[in-house]
């Protein structure tokens, strides 16, 4: 049976990244999600895609320039579906707190030095485990960098490689670094790629996923996954499929 992630939560019923987006995608019954995190100035993970603020926010700045405390209180509805109440930038600790509902997440992060990417792991492990979420998490990331950082630093959690230009052997790059996940493009897909990074036992996962038509292709291919911006239209479609 093929997954279902939310994507950003629910991104195209919803603000990305925020609150009521991943409550939309609960309220669809999608209890997987993919999300993106930045640190803060004061070290604390972010739910936030872009490194600055300006294309979800209008504010000027880095995100790793304010604290945790600042970008909670930053309405992020800019270029989202219209939404009624304000919806701030969440921490991750604040959406693991609001939504124990989900049972899987895709945290991706994004490119960073050696020395950034082990702050960045540190607290994913420490909020992790406080959570008890073991099991319910990968981190994801196109960066190299990141993934290698994991590998060589006995990161306990599993990982997954995020492509999306198919410029390189993804196969081979997830067995380097220990990935459990290859997160591709859905362009990049066919059936005979989906198969062989199934039989080196990798979880594949497909984005950005919003027709029915390319969704019931995907499934046909045999992707594990789907990261949709449109929860409910997953739902309905996959249900569909299934009969």
């Known amino acids: 049976m093929t997954l279902i992630y939310g994507h950003r939560g629910a991104r195209g019923e919803a603000p990305e990244n925020t609150l ?14 993919e999300l993106d995190l930045h640190l803060s100035s004061d070290r604390q993970l972010m739910v936030i895609h872009d490194p600055t603020l300006r294309r979800t926010t209008g504010l000027g700045g880095k995100v790793a320039h304010h604290s945790a405390a600042d970008l909670m209180r930053i309405d992020a509805r ?30 991706e992060v994004k490119s960073g030095s050696a020395g950034q990417s082990r702050i960045v792991l540190d607290a994913v ?58 997160i591709l493009n859905w362009k990049l897909c066919s059936a005979q790629r989906v198969a062989s990074a199934k039989a080196q036992g990798l979880h ?40």
Not at 20 to 33: E, H, M, W
């Open 78 to 107: 800019r270029g989202g579906p219209d939404w009624p109440e304000l919806c701030p930038i969440p921490s991750l600790e604040q959406l693991f707190t609001a939504c124990p509902e989900f049972e899987h997440y895709q945290l």
């Open 204 to 243: 594949v996962s497909v984005w950005t996923v919003n027709e029915p038509a390319l969704m019931q292709r995907l499934v046909d291919m045999g992707v594990d996954s789907i990261i949709t911006d449109f929860p409910h239209l997953a739902v309905d479609t996959l249900a569909d499929s299934r009969g």
């Open 20 to 33: 009521p987006s991943f409550r939309r995608a609960l309220d669809a019954g999608v209890k997987r999600v």
């Open 125 to 182: 492990t420490k909020l992790v485990e406080r959570f008890g979420l073991q099991d319910k998490v990968v981190l994801t990331s196109s960066s190299r960098t990141l993934l290698k950082t994991a590998r060589d630093s006995g990161f306990s959690l599993p990982t997954g490689l995020v492509e999306e230009y198919g410029l390189i052997d993804w196969i081979k790059s997830c067995k380097r670094y220990g990935c459990d996940y290859l």
